[in-house]
């Protein structure tokens, strides 16, 4: 399956970004979706992810700020972020399946 990941920018701390990976591939919908995140000099964390029917699971430096959902019409997958601090300034990707498939990566930089 092929990702495509959205949404990255630059914002200010508090400010909130809304992250999409799509999917041409309908049996997204049957995987477990991830969010992860790289960044600079730091290994690959996984973020979030969201079972195929819709449990989900947080890091516990996200919880409470993130919110990661799906839309299995739209073959998409979100990752809403809150309340954004300079330590979320990472690489984001996301991917099907525990790393069977991977999107291109979006940054998100949190800066004054």
């Known amino acids: 399956v092929q990702l495509q990941a959205s949404g990255g920018g630059a914002v200010q701390p508090g400010g909130s970004l809304r992250l999409s990976c799509t999917s041409s591939?309908?049996?997204?919908?049957?995987?477990?979706m991830g969010w992860y995140r790289q960044a600079q000099g730091k290994q690959r964390e996984l973020v979030a992810h969201i079972s195929s029917w819709g449990e989900t699971n947080y890091v516990d430096s996200v919880k409470g700020r993130f919110t990661i959902s799906r839309d299995n019409a739209k073959n998409t997958v979100y990752l809403q972020m809150n309340n954004l601090k300079s330590e979320d300034t990472a690489v984001y990707y996301c991917s099907a399946n525990w790393g069977e498939a991977w999107g291109q990566g979006t940054q998100v930089t949190v800066s004054s």
């Open positions: 591939d309908s049996r997204l919908s049957g995987y477990v």
